[in-house]
């Protein structure tokens, strides 16, 4: 499997709507591309306030690259939730490695 996780730096004062929007929009819409969401949240630590995390399995790279291509591409999420949440990020990191069917099953929040 492959674990990709993305963390964000959000604008000020956006993250419980950036949460919002990526758990009741962006999150079905994953699911119909096939990308497997493991979870998405903000960081517990107050020094963090206006981060956020994106945590999403896939069974290849190439099945991640194909999935993220369609689902990036798509007009669903073009004139969907792209524009509330790319609006609140300032910068994101992303980080992608091999794990375990296990693992995953373990992360899911």
Same mark, same amino acid.
Request: hydrophobic share 40%.
């Given at each position: 499997?492959?674990? &990709? @996780?993305? *963390?964000?730096?959000?604008?000020? /004062? *956006? ?5 919002? $929007?990526?758990?009741? #929009? ?7 591309? /096939?990308?497997?969401?493991? /979870?998405? /949240?903000?960081?517990? $630590?107050? &020094?963090?306030?206006?981060?956020? @995390? ?6 290849? +790279?190439?099945?991640?690259? &194909?999935? %993220? ?6 007009? %669903? =999420? ?6 509330? @949440?790319?609006?609140? @990020? %300032? #910068?994101?990191? *992303? $980080?992608?490695? %091999? ?7 373990? +992360?899911? =929040?």
């Amino acid at each position: 499997m492959i674990l &990709e @996780i993305r *963390t964000y730096r959000l604008k000020p /004062g *956006t993250r419980e709507e950036f949460l919002r $929007v990526m758990r009741t #929009q962006a999150a079905p819409l994953m699911a119909r591309f /096939g990308i497997t969401m493991v /979870g998405t /949240g903000g960081s517990l $630590v107050d &020094e963090h306030a206006d981060s956020a @995390i994106l945590v999403r399995a896939y069974e290849s +790279l190439a099945v991640r690259d &194909e999935r %993220e291509n369609a689902f990036y591409g798509s007009d %669903e =999420w073009r004139s969907g939730p792209r524009e509330a @949440i790319v609006s609140r @990020i %300032e #910068q994101y990191h *992303t $980080v992608v490695l %091999e794990t375990s069917e296990d693992a995953v099953r373990a +992360l899911r =929040w």
